[in-house]
């Protein structure tokens, strides 16, 4: 079965510094998300991406966030200058519409980020 | 805006049992989507189930099935038969159709669900 791949699992950073969290959505996926989790807490939006543009972002998305698809398969979550407060499980997450129809969404495993 | 409610944060069950979880969600859509996932501790998150609102009939996928009360705006999750690989967190979830605009899911804050031999 096709799957979100997501890359590091894991990733420890300084504060302050920058960090790329890495997604290959399902191939023939043409909407493409970010969510997070920070720890015990529930799962929030971050952004959601077609046609090589944002379509929709939540407050949490400030200009320290972008996404970037730089090829036909990577999808890219990138974070200027890291706080503690951005620990947090990051979930790339893909569909092919918008409706339920479409199988909803299929989620990555996510990338565990830990500033330090 | 949407909201969801899951007002159960630890639930525990036995093998082989039933148990209910219990969601509502608050939305001024006239179509819309909602979804239950499972968040194993390996913290993936995988679609259980998935009911679209213009639809009567409860949506079942082998043990797992949902009562869809539209009126009430509760969508509960009753998993039958429980084994100890449903032990997980469940999250529910609702998605609007913003006339063709991706909407984005909005989550309820969780139920631990343990389930014991």
């Known amino acids: 079965e096709p799957e979100v791949t997501q890359t590091p699992s894991h990733q420890v950073t300084q504060m302050g510094q920058e960090v790329i969290l890495r997604c290959v959505p399902i191939s023939n996926h043409l909407y493409f998300y970010w969510y997070r989790q920070i720890l015990g807490q529930k799962v929030e939006f971050l952004v959601s991406?077609?046609?090589?543009?944002?379509?929709?972002k939540s407050e949490i998305f400030d200009d320290q966030f972008s996404v970037e698809r730089p090829d036909g398969s990577n999808f890219t979550l990138k974070i200027r200058s890291t706080k503690l407060e951005d620990s947090a499980m990051y979930f790339c997450a893909s569909s092919t519409g918008t409706g339920a129809s479409s199988g909803g969404y299929t989620f990555g495993s996510g990338t565990r980020l830990t500033v330090v | 805006a949407q909201t969801v409610t899951q007002s159960q944060p630890e639930m525990s069950v036995q093998e082989a049992e039933t148990v209910t979880l219990s969601c509502t969600y608050d939305?001024?859509?006239?179509?819309?989507?909602l979804f239950w996932y499972k968040q194993p501790p390996s913290r993936q998150m995988i679609l259980v189930i998935r009911?679209?609102?213009?639809?009567?009939q409860n949506a079942t996928e082998n043990r797992f099935s949902v009562n869809f009360q539209k009126a009430a705006k509760s969508f509960s999750l009753k998993i039958s038969d429980s084994q100890l690989g449903d032990t997980a967190m469940y999250f529910c979830?609702?998605?609007?159709?913003?006339?063709?605009?991706?909407?984005?899911?909005?989550f309820g804050k969780g139920t631990k669900l343990s389930v014991k031999p």
């Open positions: 939305t001024s859509e006239n179509n819309y989507y």
């Open positions: 991406f077609y046609n090589n543009e944002i379509s929709e």
């Open positions: 979830a609702s998605k609007g159709n913003y006339g063709g605009s991706q909407g984005n899911l909005i």
């Open positions: 009911q679209e609102a213009y639809k009567q």
